[in-house]
């Protein structure tokens, strides 16, 4: 038994989840309806988007990079997919391939300039990020539009409007990149070129390949997440769904899962988990009846407090036996 | 059939304003072990990071097998036969004993890595070079800098390379370990197949395990002789007398 309780809380995942499940029992016990089913539907669907983009901002932060793009590149896909149908005549289907195709390039430009051109993704994905979102207002002239007819009946419940939809993509986007991580070549080249550049590169690992193709995931997975929103509130709008609160919600997730910004470790179950514990807070406080003015402050605390929590653990955990 | 593993002539390299190779012309036979000593910044460590495909040399002819190449790639020069232990010895701190031991030539059962089976291998090749680390799935940052520079050796040693080249393989071992690097280069030698290239500073050490010795000063190789026909005195002599020169 004990070293079973050893071995749990020497995961990486294990201080997330315990903070996870005690969130669920205090807020249970301040508020009756936080474990109802249509509370625990809110909940999924603010877990669900978090959760998805996280999944690339990990993968990026263990290669030892950032995205703060993709936020905006997730507000701007569901206007692809509206021009594809809606000025062109593309099959529905077809228009969300292409947006999520053109979202996979904006992550192959930001790779490209950082890997080729040497300049640090802090700086070229902010750049993109405000580039896109002038594309975005432009294009959209600032002005929300209803999803495209086409896009209604079983492709909007399937993508996000069902109540579980959002959340079941989440679940298998995070236990698909899961393995990719932990079990596969791809994972392992990852984890090597963001923990040893130098090192990878010596070893004839790709670095670049594996960057480019890491920001290229990030960005198809908002764009993903921005349709999935567009689906769910039924209305495709250029200030919400998307931009730097998904982002900054991606990012805290991925590290309050216990993913290092240095490079070299993460972890996607955690993000997810970091997600969960966002989604909890923000929906627990408001059942309690916190305005949400407050809620932000208490968000940046809680955030504070696991990220130090994190870092303390983390090195408890290196120093650790073997 | 050629008898030179690894030939190169006139091979140059500068960065920027520093020239680290003016004209290198050295080869290496089947078999043979060859020792590359001289100055710190002498350009020896640019010297393997051409050979082995990190670097593009500015000018000059690699010849491998008798064909000449230009690599292309780290894992161009793989496919070629060439390996490398590096100064630094690019071991992936975060990653296992055993994944650095495949790293990069990791066996796969697509599209999963086949753990258990590199996790086996990784311990038998290591049980059999005498390196004594209990746990193969133990994350490198863990050991100690012996048992890290002993991983690099082993790792390119069982990759079936034809021309090894090492970067101051002794530089981080306790005598113990640096006795089991040289008993490992003295088996390579037995065995007839590969070829080494090794840098070292010990020069005793040099003399003990090498067949054939190569100076290089100034981005030149300025001395070429049998280990069997020269001495500590005469290599410890050759270096230090540059730096008496000019009082």
């Known amino acids: ?322 | 059939m050629t008898t030179t593993a690894l030939q190169v002539n006139g091979i140059a390299k500068r960065f920027g304003a520093l020239t680290a190779l003016r004209d290198v012309t050295l080869h290496v036979d089947k078999g043979e072990v060859l020792g590359l000593i001289g100055d710190n910044g002498a350009g020896k460590s640019t010297l393997i990071k051409i050979l082995c495909g990190y670097h593009r040399p500015d000018a000059g002819d690699i010849i491998v097998d008798g064909t000449p190449v230009v690599l292309r790639s780290v894992d161009h020069a793989r496919s070629l036969g060439i390996d490398t232990v590096y100064q630094d010895l690019a071991l992936i701190n975060e990653l296992s004993v055993y994944h650095n031991m495949f790293l990069n030539r990791e066996l796969i059962r697509w599209p999963l890595l086949s753990n258990r089976v590199m996790r086996r291998r990784a311990a038998e090749h290591l049980k059999d070079m005498g390196v004594n680390i209990p746990d193969v799935t133990v994350e490198v940052a863990k050991l100690s800098g012996g048992q890290r520079q002993a991983i690099a050796v082993a790792r390119s040693v069982y990759s079936d390379a034809r021309v090894l080249l090492l970067d101051e393989p002794l530089a981080a071992m306790g005598a113990k370990e640096g006795a089991l690097i040289l008993d490992l280069i003295r088996d390579l030698k037995r065995r007839g197949s590969v070829s080494v290239i090794i840098i070292a500073h010990n020069y005793a050490q040099v003399l003990d395990v090498c067949d054939r010795v190569n100076l290089l000063q100034h981005g030149r190789i300025t001395f070429d002789k049998r280990a069997t026909d020269t001495s500590l005195e005469e290599l410890t002599e050759l270096v230090v007398a540059e730096y008496r020169r000019p009082r």
Request: no cysteine; aromatic share 10%.
């Open chain 1, 1 to 322: 038994m004990a070293r079973f309780a050893d071995a749990f809380l020497r995961r990486r995942e294990a201080s997330v989840l315990l903070v996870a499940l005690g969130l669920m029992v205090y807020f249970r016990a301040v508020s009756d309806v936080f474990l109802t089913k249509d509370n625990l539907i809110n909940i999924a669907q603010a877990t669900a988007p978090t959760a998805i983009v996280a999944v690339g901002i990990v993968l990026l932060l263990v290669s030892g990079e950032i995205d703060l793009s993709v936020g905006i590149v997730a507000a701007f896909a569901p206007f692809l997919l509206h021009f594809a149908i809606d000025f062109y005549n593309v099959p529905a289907l077809l228009a969300f391939v292409i947006a999520l195709a053109i979202a996979a390039f904006i992550g192959l430009i930001n790779g490209l300039i950082v890997t080729k051109l040497h300049v640090a993704s802090f700086v070229v994905t902010l750049g993109t990020f405000f580039a896109v979102q002038g594309l975005l207002l432009i294009t959209s002239h600032a002005y929300p539009v209803p999803i495209p007819e086409s896009m209604k009946g079983r492709f909007q419940t399937w993508i996000g409007a069902g109540p579980w939809a959002s959340i079941i993509w989440a679940l298998i986007i995070v236990a698909i990149f899961h393995v990719v991580l932990t079990r596969t070549r791809w994972g392992l080249h990852t984890i090597s070129v963001g923990g040893n550049p130098v090192g990878a590169t010596e070893a004839g690992i790709r670095a670049s390949r594996i960057k480019i193709g890491n920001f290229m995931i990030t960005s198809a997975l908002g764009g993903l997440v921005g349709i999935m929103e567009a689906a769910r509130i039924n209305t495709i709008d250029p200030n919400i769904g998307g931009g730097t609160t998904l982002t900054f919600y991606a990012i805290s997730a991925a590290v309050i899962g216990g993913t290092a910004l240095a490079g070299g470790s993460g972890t996607v179950a955690g993000a997810f988990l970091g997600a969960l514990v966002l989604a909890e807070l923000q929906n627990g406080f408001n059942l309690i009846g916190y305005s949400a003015n407050t809620i932000y402050l208490i968000l940046g605390l809680a955030i504070l407090a696991s990220m130090i929590a994190n870092q303390y653990l983390s090195r408890l955990r290196r120093a650790g036996r073997t």
